[in-house]
């Protein structure tokens, strides 16, 4: 017997809950990149600012230092300010990522839910496949164990029968028969042979 493949009615909605938990991997994504964006102009932001403080002991030692001072306190305030602007967006944008994150966990939940479904059908599926093929394997044991004894039986026949004459013997007794009787027949009719 030939047996179809297994195949779930869960099957599509399976694939829609996977689009939707790559979907939502993606717009995770989309909100860590912006994050990390964020995060290299802050440390771009640093890297600027420590190295603008490393400068400032030399050029303290210049006679213009004064107007330099101010030009570069502008200049840290300006750059304290670009940082306080992306930390500030960094924060903003937490909560969004805590709800992408949320909505992955709850996207992947329901895959798992729907992935497990499948399986607990799968595995009834061979259950009864299983008991199916043993069923079939019994009764065509049933059926050798059935043709084994009418085997038997029909020999048991064949000795109890009296034994057939051979073919030769009977195709010869059957050609003198018909010749006994073509003989009488003529006689009867008065014709010689």
């Known amino acids: 017997m030939k047996y179809k493949r297994f195949q779930s009615s869960l099957e599509p909605l399976l694939r829609l809950r996977t689009i939707?938990?790559?979907?939502?991997m993606q717009e995770l994504g989309e909100v860590l990149s912006k994050i990390n964006a964020e995060k290299e102009k802050l440390r771009i932001l640093e890297e600027q600012?420590?190295?603008?403080?490393?400068?400032?002991p030399k050029m303290i030692k210049m006679p213009e230092a004064i107007q330099f001072y101010r030009t570069f306190e502008a200049f840290l305030n300006r750059i304290e300010n670009?940082?306080?602007s992306v930390e500030k967006l960094i924060a903003e944008l937490q909560p969004e990522l805590e709800e992408k994150?949320?909505?992955?966990v709850e996207k992947t939940k329901n895959r798992k839910i729907v992935e497990t479904l499948i399986q607990n059908q799968k595995n009834e599926?061979?259950?009864?496949?299983?008991k199916s093929e043993q069923k079939e394997l019994f009764e065509l044991n049933q059926n050798n164990i059935y043709s084994?004894?009418?085997k038997e039986d029909d020999k048991d026949i064949k000795k109890t029968l009296p034994k057939r004459p051979d073919k030769k013997e009977t195709t010869r007794d059957l050609q003198t028969r018909r010749r006994e009787a073509l003989q009488k027949f003529y006689q009867q009719r008065g014709?010689?042979?």
């Open 191 to 193: 014709i010689s042979l």
């Open 125 to 130: 599926y061979e259950k009864q496949l299983k």
């Open 20 to 24: 939707e938990e790559e979907l939502a």
């Open 82 to 84: 670009q940082k306080k």
């Open 49 to 56: 600012y420590q190295q603008e403080l490393e400068k400032l």
């Open 148 to 150: 084994m004894k009418q």
């Open 101 to 104: 994150r949320k909505k992955l």
